[in-house]
């Protein structure tokens, strides 16, 4: 019997010539992204030899995107989101509209009508949150309020991306398309656009709703089946069912559909779990996303066009960069987030192969237009990690020069000086730190709260909190505290073990009697931070255990 095998030929193609590129890239010293993305277009239909399928490709990148946004919805939650709103949505919105202007001024300079040069803009004003997802995990900047403001930019970003995908056809008309479906131009778009967020709204309400009751416990459910693999196919079936069921039924993007279904399973105690049972798949098929970005590639636009393909790189590598850097410096955000954020977003990625896609289809741009917008794509993925390797100097060169002009990172003149004497140090004031922080209000004890969000600084100054606004691993942030004359050091976030030991070590050196408390991830961090000795270690699973044990026991020895 004859069966077809496309299917297993294009990823056994795609896979192993991206292992291959990616060693090599890796020996060159060079991001194994690059890598793949070179195996793309060796094996694309712009290179001589084989040719693999692009439509199965695109469609398993579009999975390795899914789960990737899952994972990343699985480490963030809604109150993180919401915490960086007021960085976030204006300046993704102004940034995409700096990026657009950028492009529709060089596009009509070239002489392209202006539905072209408006998808054009459009398709380079956003990033890709792939790209970004991988340079931040590299990095280990995931759990960073500087991580956590880049993903929630490229979120507001994806949602204003979806509403231009939805409003681009009946608009095509207008902007001189010549689709046959595109002709509706005088269609008024007010009632599509008030669907389109009605969809959005809906969605968000189903998920906030039913989704974060219904995710932790059908989660809780099958890991009482005591199955490995049930458990791992819980977790992938919910992702992609999700992402597929928002993008069928409420039109939103497979993507942001597989975010939220995470952000819900967030809440579930088996979190950690799901994300360590989505890793390899999550990193397998996101390196078929670089694949299929080389396979639609056509490299001859860097012989034919290479003037055009610089300026598409330079809008997005420079343009992009300083539009967000000079932002993220306007709403009062200091310079490490501003360089962070304008690394982010040194690339163009996922949504601007849809929107240009949606353009040819449309008649409103060629496919040369597109091969040029991959272009700009190609190289500034390959490049992007360079952009966060060349802010390192910037950070260090001007990093204490910004800190001494932020007026959060050091405590208000006004704060009484019998505060800072014998007083608590509370790193990081979320779920754990608030709570901890309310008893030592009702307690009457003095603290001062080490917090990297900027909002939750103002908000704590404006209840008359001690709040100083940075990184507890800096010296100079703990100076700001007052470390030499504290109690005690209470770090109720979980930073990374290297950042947590520096904090650690800083304090001590300047006040050895200082009591030390921290939270540990899990079991196991808890017994690698208790044999290094540096303070008294939480850990979720054991302090569970031990107050469900004291219940135990008040409740036998009432029986008794």
């Given amino acids: 019997m004859q069966h077809g095998v496309d299917l297993i030929t294009t990823l056994a193609a795609a896979l192993g010539l991206a292992l291959f590129m990616g060693l ?109 997802l991988r340079a931040l995990e590299e990095r280990g900047e995931m759990d960073t309020i500087n991580g956590r403001i880049a993903v929630g930019w490229l979120v507001v970003e994806d949602l204003a991306t979806v509403l231009l995908l939805v409003l681009l056809p009946p608009a095509a008309g207008l902007l001189g398309g010549g689709a046959p479906d595109a002709m509706a131009g005088e269609t008024n778009l007010w009632p599509i656009v008030g669907l389109t967020l009605a969809k959005v709204a809906a969605f968000v309400i189903l998920m906030l709703v039913v989704g974060r009751w219904l995710f932790p416990r059908l989660l809780f ?47 579930s105690e088996f979190s950690h779990r799901a994300a360590d049972e989505s890793l390899p798949l999550r990193d397998a098929f996101s390196v078929l996303f670089f694949v299929s970005v080389g396979m639609a590639f056509d490299p001859r636009a860097f012989v034919e066009e290479p003037w055009r393909v610089l300026a598409v790189v330079g809008i997005v590598m420079v343009g992009k960069t300083l539009a967000a850097v000079g932002l993220t410096l306007a709403l009062r955000y200091p310079l490490d987030t501003a360089l962070t954020v304008g690394a982010s977003l040194a690339q163009i990625g996922e949504f601007s192969f849809i929107l240009a896609g949606l353009g040819v289809s449309l008649g409103l741009i060629s496919p040369d237009g597109r091969n ?81 969000n900027r909002e939750l600084v103002e908000a704590l100054r404006s209840r008359d909190i001690a709040a100083v606004c940075g990184d507890a691993s800096e010296p100079a942030t703990l100076a700001q505290a007052h470390i030499a004359r504290a109690r005690a050091l209470i770090v109720s976030t979980t930073p990374d073990s290297c950042d947590l030991q520096k904090t650690i070590t800083t304090a001590r050196r300047v006040n050895p009697a200082v009591d030390v408390a921290l939270r540990a991830r899990d079991e196991a961090e808890a017994e690698l931070l208790e044999s290094q000795n540096i303070g008294r270690v939480f850990s979720p699973e054991t302090e569970l255990s031990l107050g469900m044990l004291g219940y135990l026991f008040e409740r036998l020895g009432k029986s008794g």
């Fill in 24 to 132: 090599i890239a890796a020996k060159l010293r060079l991001s194994p992204l690059v890598g793949y993305l070179f195996a793309g277009i060796a094996i694309g239909p712009a290179t001589p030899g084989f040719v693999a399928d692009v439509a199965l490709a695109d469609q398993l990148a579009e999975i390795g995107i899914i789960l990737l946004m899952f994972g990343v919805g699985l480490h963030l939650s809604l109150e993180d989101l919401l915490s960086v709103r007021r960085i976030a949505a204006p300046g993704a919105v102004v940034q995409m509209a700096i990026a657009t202007a950028l492009g529709v001024g060089v596009a009509t300079y070239w002489g392209w009508h202006f539905g072209a040069a408006l998808i054009f803009g459009l398709s380079l004003s956003c990033a890709s949150t792939v790209v970004l």
């Fill in 372 to 452: 040029l917008i991959l272009a700009g794509a190609l190289v500034s993925i390959a490049l992007n990690s360079l952009v966060f390797v060349s802010i390192e100097p910037i950070r260090a060169r001007l990093g204490q020069r910004a800190r001494s002009l932020d007026p959060l990172a050091e405590l208000p003149p006004d704060v009484d000086d019998s505060r800072l004497a014998g007083q608590i140090v509370l790193v990081g004031y979320g779920r754990v730190g608030s709570r901890i922080g309310e008893k030592l209000l009702e307690w009457g004890a003095p603290f001062v709260v080490i917090e990297q």
């Fill in 221 to 267: 459910w099958v890991a009482g089946v005591g199955s490995r693999e049930l458990f791992t196919l819980c977790v992938v079936a919910t992702a992609i069912g999700v992402a597929y069921g928002s993008a069928k039924l409420f039109d939103v993007s497979f993507a942001l559909g597989a975010f939220f279904a995470g952000m819900m399973m967030r809440e």
